[in-house]
């Protein structure tokens, strides 16, 4: 296996990363813009107030999204694992 073969797979695995992540980063992130916007508007400091809803979109994410990130997941291990050979030999 050569350096251009290396360089290859940990593309694939970084690219593999972020689009099974996206989802989830960009909901959350949206969920806890919108908890600082109503904390700033209503002067409420709580903490629960930006985990919870944080946390129910993850879960929410988690159950939309998660058959099409496990599957995807699934097929990059796949890959992979049957890619073993040829690499090494």
């Known amino acids: 296996m050569d350096s251009a ?3 290859t ?3 694939q695995g970084l690219m593999m990363l972020l ?3 996206a989802p ?3 909901v ?3 969920v806890g813009v919108l908890v600082s916007i109503f904390q700033a508007a209503t002067q409420i400091n709580e903490a629960t107030l930006s ?3 944080k946390l129910l979109a993850a879960v929410a994410v988690c159950a939309v999204a998660g058959p099409w990130m496990m599957s ?3 097929d990059y291990l796949r ?3 049957l890619s073993i050979p040829g690499a090494a030999g």
Do not use: A, D, E, H
Request: no cysteine.
């Open 5 to 7: 073969q290396v360089f």
């Open 9 to 11: 797979v940990g593309q």
């Open 19 to 21: 689009t099974v992540s």
């Open 24 to 26: 989830m980063l960009i």
């Open 28 to 30: 959350i992130l949206i």
């Open 51 to 53: 985990f919870v809803p």
């Open 72 to 74: 995807s997941l699934v």
């Open 79 to 81: 890959n992979m694992l």
